[in-house]
């Protein structure tokens, strides 16, 4: 059986620089999850999350969310994209925490050269999308080997709460590049300035789109990498990071904006159940948020409020106790037991 390729994406923030230079927390050891019998032949799945200093508890506590719910959960092996900037130190300490979560767990480390993009970052109204290694899910199919043929990008303030293997078989069709959950009654106009719409080259962009341009979220994406690859989509989001820093500002908010004017009206739609996002709150002020009507298959922080940020600081949202759980930050005093409930 081949192992399922899990593409741990290591996606920075500003918020690294704070605390960015000590050593990190402890981590207890995860319940260990087997495959059964109905696995073999089981097809490889190759998932991308985030994992850096600041975001660890998150991305250890989304990891444990994927075993935990897939049926084939040995069946996933983890591949884990640091920043080039981040120093040797740092990165033993990130291999040392994982080996402590997960200590049987395959993991491969590929290095995202951060000049790639810092030349085409402006700032946005969050300095945590303004890192670099936030746009490293744009070079995916550079950093991935040409063996990748499809890959599962999921952001790092997430869980998931169904089997994986549903998402990651979405049928792409026989032209999309990406699919994602669509939300076409959102406000598409307001992710744009003034400047944008009022330019009518930039504005013609989405004039000859398959349907009319949704917002997507892009914490959760289903990637085609050959397609991505043969489209030079790469090229075609570097474009529009260039128009924002060189011409004019187009958009506000980190690295989504070009994913819209590349992809917007192209997108496989997927069912909402697969990112009930924002429950981060806003960019801003991170309020508490409900879940979206419906049933849910994934659970998405998006948004400024972090729940292990507002568990730590004893002001958390209802919603963050269905993360809390899947924490495996070990505290002194506390029992490993309390992991009994994602077992």
């Not at 946005?124 to 490293?136: E, F, G, I, T």
Request: aromatic share 10%.
């Amino acid at each position: 059986m081949r192992v399922l390729a899990v593409v741990l994406l290591a996606a920075a923030c500003a918020a690294a620089a704070a605390g960015g230079g000590g050593e990190l927390p402890e981590f207890r050891e995860a319940p260990a999850f087997r495959n059964g019998a109905a696995c073999a032949g089981a097809p490889t799945i190759h998932i991308a999350m985030t994992l850096d200093a600041t975001y660890l508890r998150g991305s250890l506590a989304g990891v444990l969310s994927v075993l935990r719910h897939a049926a084939c959960p040995e069946s996933i092996a983890f591949h884990f994209v640091a920043s080039s900037a981040s120093p040797a130190r740092r990165l033993a300490s990130l291999r040392r925490a994982l080996a402590a979560a997960f200590p049987t767990l395959p993991a491969t480390v590929h290095r995202f050269d951060a000049r790639l993009v810092r030349g085409k970052i402006s700032s946005s109204v969050r300095r945590a999308l303004d890192q670099p290694l936030n746009y490293a899910r744009i070079y995916l199919a550079d950093l991935l080997p040409r063996s990748v043929p499809r890959v599962l990008y999921l952001d790092s303030d997430l869980l998931v709460v169904d089997d994986v293997a549903r998402l990651w078989a979405t049928d792409l069709g026989p032209d999309a590049a990406l699919a994602a959950p669509e939300y076409c009654h959102a406000n598409f106009t307001s992710y744009f300035t003034d400047a944008f719409w009022r330019h009518p080259e930039y504005a013609a962009v989405f004039a000859n789109r398959t349907r009319a341009p949704c917002y997507f979220n892009t914490g959760v994406m289903v990637i085609d990498l050959d397609r991505w690859r043969s489209g030079g989509y790469t090229a075609k989001l570097e474009y529009w990071m260039e128009v924002q820093k060189q011409e004019a500002r187009i958009y506000e908010l980190g690295s989504l904006p070009p994913f819209l004017l590349v992809f917007a009206g192209e997108v496989k739609a997927v069912g909402h159940r697969w990112n009930q996002h924002g429950l981060g709150g806003d960019n801003v002020a991170g309020q508490c948020r409900e879940l979206h009507p419906g049933p849910v298959s994934l659970l998405h922080w998006s948004g400024k409020g972090k729940p292990w940020l507002r568990l730590d600081a004893g002001r958390p949202c209802p919603l963050d106790a269905l993360w809390a759980p899947y924490d495996l930050l070990r505290r002194r005093g506390a029992r490993d037991d309390l992991l009994d409930a994602v077992a």
